[in-house]
């Protein structure tokens, strides 16, 4: 069963070849598309496919709103929460991504996400957890057992 992650990227102009070249484990990677209009990225890795797809415009907005909100619910720490609901609100561009099969045991799948993460700078929603650039988890129930 298809598993779900979202990453969160303040300067879209970092997705290019010279990022993809940069992720380890990938075999290929395509552009997804609709009547000539980008989508989003597909990633072919051995643990699995990742298909990457952009929000539109049209949504974003109540959506990282309500992510605001979600932030607000699981981010106890007052300087954590400025920064997580800053880093939110400079959001240009998510990737909703869908995992196929699902997450491996091995944990590949999530290190090719923690590493995408890193490279564009982004948040990662993954777990019902908000991780930052780095890997720090900023609030959830992932934050709460580290």
């Known amino acids: 069963m298809p598993e779900n992650a979202a990453i969160y990227i303040g300067d879209p102009s970092v997705i290019g070849t010279k990022l993809f070249r940069q992720l380890e484990g990938v075999r290929s990677h395509t552009g997804l598309s609709q009547d000539e209009s980008a989508t989003g990225l597909g990633f072919e890795l051995a643990a699995g496919r990742i298909a990457m797809n952009f929000m539109s415009e049209g949504i974003m907005a109540e959506h990282l709103q309500g992510f605001c909100g979600y932030a607000e619910h699981v981010i106890s720490n007052k ?5 997580a609901v ?3 609100q400079h959001t240009r561009l998510v990737l909703g991504c869908v995992i196929e099969p699902g997450f491996d045991d091995e944990g590949k799948i999530q290190d090719f996400l923690f590493q995408f993460n890193s490279l564009v700078n982004g948040l990662l929603f993954l777990g019902d957890t908000i991780f ?6 900023l609030g959830g129930p992932l934050a709460e057992q580290s």
């Not at 930052?132 to 988890?137: F, I, L, S």
């Open 79 to 83: 300087d954590r929460l400025i920064y």
């Open 86 to 88: 800053s880093r939110i």
């Open 132 to 137: 930052d650039y780095d890997g720090e988890a």
